[in-house]
């Protein structure tokens, strides 16, 4: 079974820089694509990013792209989201998932919240 | 990056069936499946619905997804209270290379 949880959120500065982690403790992380989605407050969910299950592929939303860098270590069993130059529209709840047909979320973690304010 | 699109808000009365609609074009729903996320209030999304129609073991058979041409719809047939949530469609995007999102469905049950 998939457990996800993530960790890492909290409150930046516009500018500065986060950096969010998901932990799978279930057995099968590596051989999971996963990926990054995002939610404003009171808003829809954006997708954000999408790493293969070596890691060799990345891919992102055009939102994000040059600032966020997703990155796994599959001995850890845990997936990152280096986030830089953040604005306050990165204010959201980030949700970490497991991949179904190549890109679609299918489980999801609990969500951590990061909060972009001065 | 657009988005899908999805009523703000739909209602029922419980036993009723409700349907939920999601619009896209060509480069998304058009010539790629559709999935479905239930999130119920202050919790993460739930895969409900995923290759346009299919369900994931332990999702009611009450809940049913359709697709035609640029437009998929939820269905939700004998609605209980437990069914209020936001429901979001999803699909990926051939154009910009990316999942796109509707931007969810509030469905209150009277």
């Known amino acids: 079974e998939v457990q996800l949880l993530e960790s890492g959120g909290g409150l930046v500065q516009p500018g500065g820089s986060l950096r969010l982690s998901c932990v799978d403790s279930?057995?099968?992380?590596?051989?999971?694509?996963m990926s990054w989605v995002r939610q404003a407050p009171g808003k829809g969910l954006q997708w954000v990013s999408i790493?293969?299950?070596?890691?060799?592929?990345?891919y992102y939303a055009d939102s994000v792209k040059g600032r966020f860098t997703i990155s796994r270590d599959n001995s850890k069993n845990t997936l990152y989201l280096q986030m830089n130059s953040l604005r306050a529209e990165d204010t959201a709840v980030y949700y970490c998932?497991?991949?179904?047909?190549?890109?679609?979320?299918?489980?999801w973690g609990q969500g951590t919240l990061v909060t972009v304010s001065s | 990056q657009s988005g899908l699109t999805q009523p703000p808000s739909a209602s029922g009365t419980p036993g009723q069936r409700v349907t939920i609609s999601c619009s896209g074009s060509s480069s998304n729903i058009g010539g790629s499946y559709v999935y479905w996320y239930q999130q119920l209030p202050g919790t993460a999304p739930k895969l409900l619905i995923y290759r346009d129609n299919q369900r994931p073991s332990g999702v009611p058979d009450r809940f049913s997804g359709s697709k035609s041409g640029t437009s998929a719809s939820l269905a939700i047939s004998g609605l209980r209270s437990e069914d209020e949530a936001d429901y979001s469609c999803a699909s990926w995007d051939d154009s910009l290379s990316a999942v796109v999102f509707g931007g969810g469905t509030k469905l209150t049950v009277l």
């Open positions: 998932a497991t991949i179904v047909d190549t890109a679609m979320p299918e489980d």
């Open positions: 790493i293969s299950d070596s890691g060799g592929s990345t």
């Open positions: 279930g057995f099968t992380f590596s051989s999971h694509t």
